[in-house]
């Protein structure tokens, strides 16, 4: 992991302008896969917080791990997530993110 995966805080917009773009990932275990961007959903933005929330589809033969994985791709650089299975069905393993934060 880089620097720059534990340091940079990936932005609201910039993952909005992500949704059905390719991630490479690095799981907790080491294993390495794609995951798709497939939703991202703005649930506040007051003058004072910012809540949003994305959902990756994995591949369906991961094993449904929740952890922080390294997700990377063209871009947005490199960053580091906490992911939690929400689901799995024919197409794949679903993982959600949540993001709850104040703003500077």
């Not at 940079?8 to 390495?32: C, H, L, M, Y």
């Amino acid at each position: 992991m880089t620097a720059a995966a534990t340091t940079a805080q990936p932005t609201k917009e910039q993952f909005s302008q992500q949704v059905d773009a390719i991630f490479n990932v690095t799981a907790p275990n080491g294993r390495e896969f794609e995951m798709l961007l497939t939703e991202f959903q703005d649930v506040l933005d007051s003058e004072t917080q910012e809540t949003f929330t994305l959902t990756f589809r994995a591949p369906s033969d991961l094993e449904p791990e929740q952890g922080t994985y390294i997700v990377a791709n063209a871009g947005m650089g490199e960053h580091a997530i906490f992911l939690v299975p929400i689901g799995r069905d024919e197409s794949g393993l679903y993982f959600e993110a949540v993001y709850n934060r104040f703003k500077s």
